[in-house]
């Protein structure tokens, strides 16, 4: 793990990296500990409106240490349906996102 600052990571840049810190994502370590899914989630919920399919594609990206233009298309695919299934979870409002399953 490395506790260099989450801007060190390929294509992270100012903004992403203020968004990611709003997040409590601060560290190269803090984003691998929760994953590229984890982060897309708590900055979609922050910024719905400004937080898309490709942020979750550069998030991943980051953590390969790739352009997200190189990502596997069987990633992207993965990457997709956990990204339905945030928007899913946004469109059904907060109680479902609180639910125990």
Not at 28 to 45: I, Q, T
Not at 80 to 99: I, K, M, N, Y
Request: aromatic share 4%; net charge positive.
């Amino acid at each position: 793990m490395s506790d260099a600052p989450i801007s060190s990571l390929p294509g992270i840049g100012p903004v992403t990296q203020g968004r990611l810190e709003e997040a409590g994502i601060r560290t190269v370590s803090d984003l691998r500990a929760v994953g590229a899914v984890e982060a897309y989630r708590r900055l979609k919920f922050m910024l719905p409106r400004h937080v898309s399919l490709n942020a979750l594609y550069g998030l991943e990206a980051a953590l390969r240490g790739c352009h997200w233009l190189d990502l596997p298309q069987d990633v992207k695919a993965a990457l997709q349906r956990e990204a339905r299934l945030v928007d899913e979870a946004f469109r059904r409002g907060p109680a479902s996102r609180c639910t125990i399953g």
